[in-house]
């Protein structure tokens, strides 16, 4: 059943005739989709028919053709998959802001729904949109299990405060999916046919970031993913996945990142493999806790991105470390290039430019001596976001935003023992890596890619 929980109303509007539109964004698939779900709902209440838009933007916070080619053959997958449904998908181009209001009057719209993200270029492509449309707007929380609205609502300390909201709310939201129907009212004009290669040809985005061939994407490949990850990783995934010498790790993110695969999905698999192991919970943990963590983050801290967002016993202590002598100083370039003193940093900066794709635990690490190496934690955010944001294929989510801001400002962790530069923010050392993993395995792996 469409759980009312995920949908709250963005502008309220008169009942009119006139096709349904979901204008479709983070959640980029046909299947498991509340949104879409919820547009097919309200159209066949109707009797109306129900159109998908996607308005392709030139430069998405400096995403790379590494990003854009992953994200338009998925889309090219979801394209065909509704038009099957009869369900028309229409590629905009262009400025959310002016394209979605002239295409829902162009298309005499009579409601639209959109779908949740807590980022700001989001919200502010959506304010712009209730100001132009007089029409109802509606937001749905398709990427989150419990709404991020429904988990809490307010800036959670960390995962210990947000874990027992979710846990409550989950038998009532992790449901299963109904399916989307084909859609029994045709729509009164044809999208024009889309040239997806053309499209990808055409973009102006940064070229110079290499497309990865070690991960398909779309819809198919990342179901794929999700059964290889259930029947041959989930069973030791507590024991292997921080051990950046192992490949314990899903390498679901760029599929959930895209929309491409539905975390709802994911868990409801998870719990269909049965058992109910350690593996399942450290998994679930992660999907489902850490991850709504992140988007709770991002949603009720404007200052995600920034030194502002820190919490306040961060920001003092950082401010105390400031002048401290730092012992190696690099630039963004020299980083960018992997070129510090630390072979296990620089095998970490290079698997992400090679691979798109961090190993999980490396990415606190390599990010805590961005804070160690560079003149102040702003410039460490900066430059932290710029690469994890230029090369990794998850990146410009909250999950990294979220992620960064605990490596170097102590967010949803705690104080821990004084030291240089770092103040009471947890350190990690190579040392510590050491004792833990076979790091030269890693180092070895990275350079052979
Ligand atoms: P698995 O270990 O298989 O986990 C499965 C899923 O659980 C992930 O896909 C993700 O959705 C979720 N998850 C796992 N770890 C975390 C976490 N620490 N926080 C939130 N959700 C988590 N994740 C991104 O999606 N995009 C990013 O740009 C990103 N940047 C990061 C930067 C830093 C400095 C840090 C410390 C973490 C970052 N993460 C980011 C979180 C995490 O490292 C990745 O989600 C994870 O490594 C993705 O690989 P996987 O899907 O194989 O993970
Ligand atoms: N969302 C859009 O609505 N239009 C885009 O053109 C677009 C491009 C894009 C490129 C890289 C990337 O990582 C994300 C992109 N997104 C785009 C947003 C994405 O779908 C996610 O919603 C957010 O990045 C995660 O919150």
Redesign the pocket.
Known sequence: MLHAGRIRCLQEGDARDGPILYWMSRDQRVRDNWALLHAQRLAVSRKEPLLVCFCLVPSFLEATIRQYGFMLRGLSEVAAALTERQIPFHLLRGDPKTEIPKFVSRQKVAALITDFDPLRIKRAWKEAVVDAVKLPIYEVDAHNIVPCWVASPKQEYGAYTLRPKIHRALPEYLEPFPRLRKHPVTAKTKPERIDWEKVHRSLKVDRSVGEVDWIRPGEKAARAALRRFLSKKLARYDQD?NDPSRDG?????PY??FGQLSAQRVALEVEAVGGDTRAQEAFLE??VV??EL?DNFCFYNRAYDRVAGFPDWARKTLDAHRADPREYLYSKALLEQGRTHDPIWNAAQMEMVRRGKMH?YM??Y??KKILEWTKTPAQAMKI?IYL?DKY?L??R?P??Y???A??VGGVHDRAWGGRPVFGKIRYMSARGCRSKFDMDAYVERVASL
Do not use: F, V
């Open positions: 996945r790790q899903s390498h679901l993110s959930l990142h992660e999907l850490r991850r992140s999980g990415r606190m390599w990010a932290a994890n990794e998850d990146g989510d999950n990294g979220t992620g960064i605990w490596s």
